[in-house]
């Protein structure tokens, strides 16, 4: 640890004001010390890292780490503000910041010492020592273990100087969970029961601080609570798996990851809480009762549950809109599949048959090998069948997302009987929250033990889907399909300015979060118009524009990096190669590197290039039936030079905008005499490598 962090690392005045600003000036003292490269691309994995999950933890930490390629050796900076940085934490702003720096190839005992850094953050003695330590070498002698706080600082989990003797991190959290264990058998034995038993699993996408951190406060939390909690650490220094026997005894199990749990069937048929790792860190003791609850309701996982985030209802600790926006978006991520699947045969349906290929008669009673004809014909079925899925499947995950399988059948029979009564999507959306509610409220209801079997099988799907089909046909139903009916009338009487005004709007959505929720409302929005047999003129227009906005922000990049490739670090020149492809096949995913390294500068840009294109595609009264496909699908596209020239334009603007505002960056960092205004650290940086102009 003593090579790990010097004082030379420590900022005890941290001037910054916003996290960015932080994370730059303690990477600025890695670089001075020749620990990082390439400030710019190590800076760009940070903010790729923090884009996947806020690193703000409740206490005043802020903890902005990730692996990176441009990382000579495990370094760690810590810096104290005054004034409080926000991290994106509960409680809000954090004083206490530390820059965790690992090579793309750290070995197992470099991220052991890290790991029991995370878990020393859970110890409120080591925290208020920082804060009080008077000099730098203090605050760094304390961080390596060569200085102990003032009182009880070996009673936590480890300290970072013990886990130096140690090079598996992954054994040394079971070493943890088995005295944990212990200590509570201890305790129950002295009271003449059995102690309630949970299993944990913890992991986070970089696997070096939430997981640690969650698996230390979860122990803590079992011991004060007198359970026996044994948790599984799943970090980058791999894991031990928990020994099947210790599984087979708890009494329950709780999942605080971010990422997919491995080996995840081992826990089935055990009452599980799943939620977030940040949820591990601040909210154990809620968590422990929440599995006893489940355990004394006999609720229990009938197998694999859902891993990963979007596909959970939700974290208790949550507002409803973030917990909606979850419910929503997992069953926009199933229903898109069927979405583009339906749409490109459809698409190639009419680019074979012609338009008049959907009054063909049904392959089953006419088919010709030989005839063309025949062959469009069967693409089309294909598609309208696959197109007739939407409405249902984007119904039944979002019950799923909000009440797990149980919530599906009733999702999908909900959403069958909104396509059924030409409810449309707006109809999908309510059947598949009306469903989830309903298994949720059911769930609720205590039941007797001799009924739970059939519970998930017979009970909740009866009942849910008869609630469901009463809500459906009689009651809402007809509303929302004369709601319905008047936007697509709408959508179908838009002309001239008002056209282009939608045009513009939704190119902004496309390019705001770049496949986010906003992008996703937006693409939903136009393929619902286009999920029939004969869409409207209208709706082709809409899928059109959308399209195209979603193309601009990859291109632009790709563009930005091969014009102006001093601007950009040399990830993302090798970023922009294949942003090329990926925006000429409509994966708007393929700027979230940039955005993420400079949401500031390329996001904005991005919205006005998306805005430009869309308001143009609609004006050149561009068509599209395809719902994907990006270039490879201009044969199918309605004016396709007009909508090319939309495309290119909207290009240009987000190129130029992005050129510019990343200059204007660079001089303003530039002092008089050609020097950095960022400080000695950034001085060294520009020794070695010019700042373009």
Known sequence: MSDMITADLVDLDLSADTKEAAARALAERMVALGRVTDLEGFLADVAAREAQMPTGLDGGIGIPHCRSAHVTEPTLAFGRSAAGIDFGAPDGPADLIFLIAAPAGADDAHLTILSSLARQLMNSEFTDALRSAGDAATAAALIRGDETPAKGAQAAAGTPAGAAQNTAAAPAAASAGTAAANTSTDSASDA????????????????????????????????????????????????????????????????????????????????????????????????????????????????????????????????????????????????????????????????????????????????????GDSWAALLFQIGVVSFGFLVPVLAGYIAYGMADRPGLV????????????????????????????????????????????????????????????????????????????????????????????????????MCFDLGGPVNKVAYTFATAGIAVSNPSDSAMKIMAAVMAAGMVPPLAMALATTVRGKLFTETERENGKAAWVLGASFISEGAIPFAAADPLRVIPSSMVGGAVTGALSMAFGATLRAPHGGIFVVPLIGSPFLYLIAIAVGVCVTTALVVILKGLRKSAQQTPAGGSAAGPAATAKEAKQPVAA
């Open 192 to 371: 003449g029961e059995r102690p309630f038993r949970i299993v944990a699993v913890t992991s986070c996408p970089t696997g070096i601080a939430h997981t640690y951190m969650a698996a230390e406060s979860l122990e803590n939390a079992g011991r004060e609570a007198g359970v026996e909690l044994v948790v599984e650490t799943q970090g980058s220094a791999g894991f031990t798996r928990l020994d099947p026997a210790v599984i087979a005894a708890a009494d329950g199990v709780i999942f605080a990851h971010d990422v997919p749990v491995r080996d995840k069937d081992r826990f089935a048929g055990k009452p599980t809480v799943d939620v977030g790792v940040k949820a591990g860190i601040n909210r154990p003791a809620e968590l422990i009762g929440d599995v006893r609850a489940k355990a004394a309701r006999g609720e229990v996982t009938s197998g694999s549950a859902p891993s990963t985030p979007v596909e959970r209802a939700g974290e208790a600790g949550e507002s409803y809109g973030s917990k909606l926006r979850k419910w929503l978006m997992s069953g926009v991520s199933y229903m898109v599949p069927f979405v583009a699947a339906g749409g490109l045969l459809i698409a190639l349906g009419f680019a074979i048959g012609g338009y008049q290929v959907n009054k063909a008669p049904s392959v089953m009673d006419h088919f010709v090998w030989t005839q």
């Open 410 to 509: 009733p999702g999908f029979v909900g959403g069958m009987i909104a396509s059924t009564i030409g409810a449309g999507f707006l109809g999908g959306l309510a059947a598949g929250l009306i469903a989830g509610g309903v298994v949720m409220s059911i769930q609720k209801v205590k039941i007797p033990a001799a009924v739970r079997g059939i519970m998930p099988v017979v009970v909740i799907p009866l009942i849910s889907s008869a609630i469901v089909g009463f809500l459906m046909f009689v009651v809402i139903g007809k509303p929302i399909a004369s709601a319905q009916k008047g936007l697509t009338d709408w959508l179908n009487g838009l002309s001239g300015s008002n056209a282009i005004l939608l045009g513009a709007l939704l190119g902004l959505m």
